[in-house]
């Protein structure tokens, strides 16, 4: 069963930080890795959609690495900002080669980025 | 990738009653899922709704109390029953239009049983 796991729970930072969140999961036999944003009480934002055939995906100051094999992803934000603040989630499709399905979350990493 | 609106926004009901979420992609996609997001909890998968067949269910959620239908390849319903304070939660539909484009989620519903 797949698990997923982030660190940290939560974070703080000064504003222009930057920053690194992490994301681990158990079955290395994932067809993808995607990264969303949430804003308390609302959908989720999709930020970035890594393939296991790649090792990273960039959007404007978000980077997003991933290791298979070791099964870990990093989402990377530069120059924090205060509209960076929101929970992010990381999750992956069900394990065995197929992006549809199930997606299993981590828990998040809740941001709080003060000016 | 999918553009989905999902309604309402949210909503505070009366414990009994009952409410219907719905939620509208602009393109068409085979399999739509619904999850619900607990306070201070991350998403579950309630059920994945597939159009033309039943709805296929989490361990732990019945069609009885989420019952769900999907008439079209563009529109899918979860429905909320008798509901009690316990169902205060996010609910939130899903689709993934192709793997480049990974999952999309509709807005969510914030829903509040009193």
């Known amino acids: 069963k797949q698990e997923v796991t982030q660190i940290p729970a939560a974070l703080s930072v000064p504003e222009g930080e930057n920053l690194v969140l992490n994301c681990s999961f158990t079955d290395s036999a994932i067809y993808n890795l995607q990264w969303f944003r949430q804003d308390p009480g609302k959908g989720l934002t999709s930020l970035l959609l890594i393939q296991s055939s790649q090792r990273e995906q960039t959007s404007g100051r978000l980077n997003a690495s991933l290791d298979k094999s070791s099964g870990r992803s990093t989402l990377y934000i530069a120059a924090s900002q205060p509209g960076d603040s929101a929970t992010y989630l990381c999750?992956?499709?069900?394990?065995?080669?197929?992006?549809?399905?199930?997606?299993?979350f981590g828990q998040g990493t809740i941001l709080t980025v003060h000016p | 990738s999918a553009v989905i609106s999902q309604k309402p926004s949210r909503d505070i009901c009366q414990r009994g009653t009952s409410l219907t979420i719905q939620c509208q992609v602009d393109s068409q996609v085979t399999m739509m899922f619904w999850y619900r997001q607990q306070p201070g909890q991350s998403l579950t998968l309630i059920a994945t709704?597939?159009?033309?067949?039943?709805?296929?269910?989490e361990s732990g959620f019945v069609i009885d109390k989420f019952p769900i239908s999907r008439p079209n390849l563009t529109f899918s319903t979860l429905t909320v029953s008798n509901m009690s304070p316990e169902d205060s939660s996010i609910y939130l539909c899903?689709?993934?239009?192709?793997?480049?484009?990974?999952?999309?989620f509709g807005s969510g519903t914030r829903l509040t049983v009193v």
């Open positions: 999750a992956v499709p069900p394990a065995g080669g197929t992006s549809y399905g199930k997606l299993t």
């Open positions: 709704a597939n159009q033309g067949s039943e709805a296929t269910y």
């Open positions: 899903s689709v993934v239009a192709g793997s480049v484009y990974g999952y999309t």
